[in-house]
Nanobody, 121 residues
Framework: VQLVESGGGLVQAGGSLRLSCATS??????MGWFRQAPGKEREFVAG????????AYADSVKGRFTISRDTAKKTLDLQMNSLKPEDTAVYYC?????????????????WGQGTQVTVSS
């Protein structure tokens, strides 16, 4: 089982980035994106169930970020618009073997290696 993120980078405030997570081995439900800034705890960003019919977002990203998945391609995406310097962090893709979308990172069974997102002011 592998989760591999891509798409991070450096962007100016107000810009956009799209993160992708490629999965292998099995189909997960649900999946989510988390982030961790230096000196801070890992925090929930967004989550989605298997069919994509149910999504959840942290208040700090609502209206700016969109999570989506392609079950046929086994990919998970995070479209990030109107980026702010406080969005700077390492972003992680995560998956649960089963269950519902949750913001608790301890409930996720598999993790990617992370991709750095840096937003300059």
């Amino acid at each position: 089982v592998q989760l591999v993120e891509s798409g991070g980078g450096l962007v100016q405030a107000g810009g956009s980035l799209r993160l992708s997570c490629a999965t292998s081995g099995r189909t997960f439900s649900p999946m989510g994106w988390f982030r961790q800034a230096p000196g801070k705890e890992r925090e929930f960003v967004a989550g989605i169930n298997w069919s994509g019919s149910s999504t959840a977002y942290a208040d700090s990203v609502k209206g700016r970020f969109t999570i989506s998945r392609d079950t046929a391609k086994k990919t998970l995406d995070l479209q990030m618009n109107s980026l702010k310097p406080e969005d700077t962090a390492v972003y992680y893709c995560a998956a649960r073997r089963s269950g519902l979308v949750t913001a608790s990172y301890t409930s996720y069974d598999y993790w990617g290696q992370g991709t750095q997102v840096t937003v300059s002011s």
